[in-house]
């Protein structure tokens, strides 16, 4: 267990469905972020959050909406996707005051997320 | 834009063998190279971090070279066991909380 908790572990949906995913981190960390996983595909980073601020949007698409209420939860809610957007959503936490060559993420299982 | 790329995209062997996993990457400027490991259902977990100053770096029967100026990194697994099945990802990280993965290796060894 990396301290690191995603739910749920699994979603179907259809493209006029909304649905979020719920990441939890345990571990006091203030950084925060969301990655996607495609199949063949590098984990691509979408989100950063640092104290409960947005620092990063990778260009990702508006149907997907992040939303942090605090250094411990980050939800990532979901609206009208597209089939495309079937895909592992992995969370990560990072402790925010770490120099850049120090820092490390610890991961969660990730939600894999099937949109039909 | 920095690109890792891995190879082999899988890997197959008998228990006990000795096996090298290669990472690319096409831009030197990097802060620190690290291995990962992912289980189904697991995540990812940490397995090595190389700093950009450093050449290698060993845990128990895995070892992490470095060589920055051309771009390599390689992990070297020693007597592989079953529990060593997983997929690895190399990862360089080019910023402050900017991590590029590469596709990955999956690796299978059977008993």
């Known amino acids: 267990e990396t301290g690191v908790t995603q739910t749920p572990r699994h979603l179907v949906m259809g493209m006029t469905n909304k649905k979020s995913l719920k990441c939890e981190q345990h571990l006091g960390h203030n950084a925060m972020y969301w990655y996607k996983q495609s199949a063949k595909k590098p984990l691509e980073l979408m989100f950063v959050y640092n104290f409960k601020e947005q620092t990063e949007n990778n260009s990702v698409p508006s149907r997907f909406s992040p939303e942090c209420p605090n250094s411990s939860h980050l939800f990532l809610h979901l609206h009208t996707l597209q089939p495309e957007d079937s895909a592992l959503y992995l969370c990560?936490?990072?402790?925010?005051?770490?120099?850049?060559?120090?820092?490390?993420?610890?991961f969660g299982p990730g939600t894999r997320l099937l949109v039909l | 834009k920095q690109e890792v790329t891995q190879i082999p995209a899988a890997l197959s062997v008998p228990e006990g063998e000795n096996l090298v996993l290669n990472c690319s990457f096409t831009d030197s400027a990097i802060y620190n190279l690290q291995w990962f490991r992912q289980d189904p259902g697991k995540g990812l977990t940490s397995l090595l971090l190389i700093q950009s100053s450093q050449r290698e770096q060993t845990s128990g029967r895995l070892n992490a070279s470095l060589d920055k100026s051309s771009g390599r990194s390689t992990l070297y697994i020693a007597a592989s066991q079953p529990g060593d099945s997983a997929t690895y990802l190399c990862a360089v990280r080019r910023g402050f909380q900017k991590l590029v993965f590469g596709t990955g290796t999956r690796l299978l060894v059977s008993p």
């Open positions: 990560a936490s990072s402790p925010r005051d770490a120099g850049v060559d120090q820092e490390t993420q610890y």
